[in-house]
C-alpha cells in the first residue's frame, strides 16, 4: 500500500529543453522510509487545476547519493508532466510516495550489465549504473541509450562524465535518429542495433543480465534478439513506458454487473459494479482511496489479490504467471468475470 508525504521541493534542474529533474527535500524523520534499490520508482501527487492527479516516476539519483531525484519530461496530453517542467519550482510543497517497483538492480561483484534505454528510459537506467560503479569495483556497466539528437538526450553530460572517470567500467554508446553524431550510430534501437552489440562489438564479453527501458516496439525486438542470442528470460529485465492492449482478453470482457467487496486498510466495502468498468476506476468512484500510479499496467501500485469469483486483465507487464495463478492482479487492467467478486489490497 502507497503512503504519501508532504514535502517541499529542494531542487528543480533543467535537463533539456523538455525535461527537468526534480530533487525531494526528505525530512530525517523519513529518511529509512524513503530507502530505495536502483530502478524503483516513487507516486508524485499533486492537485492541478481542482483535480488530484498521480502519477509514477522513476528514481534516477543511487542509494549512496542521499538524495530523491527523478527526472520528468513533457509529454503530448501530459497533465503532471506539462505542470512539473514548466510550473514546479524549489520550495513547492508536493506529496510523494515510498519507493516502490520490481525493476531493480542489486549489483553483485564480478558482474557484466547491458541496458537499452530510449528517452527518458534513461532514468531508472541511470540510478542501475551509478549504483553498479560505486558499489562494485569489479563490475562492469555497457549503456546503449537512443534519443533524436544530442540535445533531446537528458543526463548527456552527466553520462559524458561518468564515462570518462569510469573508462574501464563504463561503456556509452548513444544513437540519434535525427542527427549525424562522429562514432556514434544514427537510427534506433531495433534488432540491427542490439546484435551489433551483442554479436560483434561486444561478442567476447558475456553478459549476466540486461535491463531495457522505453517504448514497448523497442522492448519486444531486443528482447526477442537477445534471446536469440545466449541471455535467457530470467536475465532480461524490463520497464515500459506503456503497455498495449491483450485483444483477446479484451474480448472475455462482457456486459454485465458484479457484487464486489474490496478490503482495504483493515475495512471491508461492498458494492455493484459493471463488468465493463475496470476494478481501479470502480474503486475510486466509490470513494476508496485504493493505492494507483500509471493506471496503464506498467507499474505495481494497484497490485493486489482476487479472493474470491475470477477477473480477466487487458494488460500485464509486471506480474509473473505464477503469481496471477495465485490469484494477484493489477486493479487498473482488471475486470470482473463473475456474479461476485472479493478483492484483498492489503495482503499484497
Do not use: W
Amino acid at each position: 500500500m502507497a503512503t504519501f508525504h508532504k514535502v517541499n521541493i529542494q531542487e528543480v534542474k533543467q535537463e533539456t529543453a523538455f525535461a527537468v529533474s526534480v530533487v525531494f527535500n526528505i525530512p530525517q524523520q523519513l529518511k529509512a522510509n524513503f530507502y530505495f534499490e536502483a530502478g524503483q520508482y516513487i507516486t508524485l501527487q499533486k492537485v492541478i487545476n481542482g483535480e488530484e492527479i498521480r502519477r509514477a516516476y522513476s528514481i534516477c539519483s543511487s542509494p549512496k547519493s542521499n538524495e530523491i531525484r527523478v527526472a520528468i519530461k513533457a509529454v503530448e496530453n501530459g497533465t503532471f508532466s506539462k505542470y512539473a517542467t514548466s510550473e514546479l519550482k524549489a520550495g513547492d510543497e508536493i506529496e510523494i510516495s515510498e519507493p516502490e517497483g520490481r525493476f531493480e538492480l542489486k549489483p553483485e561483484a564480478n558482474k557484466n550489465y547491458i541496458a537499452f534505454a530510449a528517452g527518458s528510459g534513461i532514468t531508472p537506467i541511470s540510478s542501475m549504473i551509478k549504483t553498479v560503479l560505486e558499489n562494485e569495483p569489479t563490475s562492469k556497466f555497457t549503456l546503449v541509450y537512443g534519443n533524436k539528437t544530442a540535445a533531446d538526450t537528458i543526463f548527456y553530460d552527466e553520462l559524458n562524465t561518468l564515462k570518462e572517470s569510469n573508462s574501464n567500467r563504463f561503456k556509452l554508446h548513444y544513437i540519434f535518429s535525427r542527427e549525424d553524431v562522429k562514432n556514434q550510430l544514427r537510427g534506433r534501437i531495433d534488432k540491427s542495433v542490439t546484435n551489433y552489440f551483442v554479436k560483434n562489438m561486444y561478442k567476447e564479453t558475456s553478459f549476466d543480465a540486461a535491463f531495457l527501458c522505453g517504448p514497448e516496439q523497442m522492448i519486444n525486438e531486443v528482447t526477442n534478439t537477445l534471446k536469440g542470442n545466449y541471455f535467457t528470460k530470467e536475465n532480461i529485465h524490463f520497464e515500459l513506458f506503456t503497455a498495449s492492449i491483450d485483444e483477446e482478453a479484451a474480448s472475455e470482457v462482457k456486459e454485465g454487473t458484479t457484487e464486489i467487496t474490496v478490503l482495504l486498510d483493515d475495512e471491508e466495502t461492498t458494492f455493484t459494479m459493471p463488468q465493463t468498468d475496470d476494478i481501479l476506476a470502480a474503486s475510486l468512484r466509490n470513494h476508496l482511496d485504493a493505492p494507483y500510479s500509471c493506471q496503464g499496467g506498467v507499474c505495481s501500485s494497484c497490485m493486489c489479490k482476487v479472493t474470491e469469483g475470477k477477473a480477466i486483465m487487458v494488460k500485464n507487464t509486471i506480474l509473473t504467471d505464477s503469481e496471477v495463478e495465485e490469484g494477484l492482479i493489477l486493479a487498473c487492467q482488471a475486470y470482473p468475470t463473475t456474479p461476485k467478486i472479493s478483492i484483498d489490497f492489503d495482503d499484497v
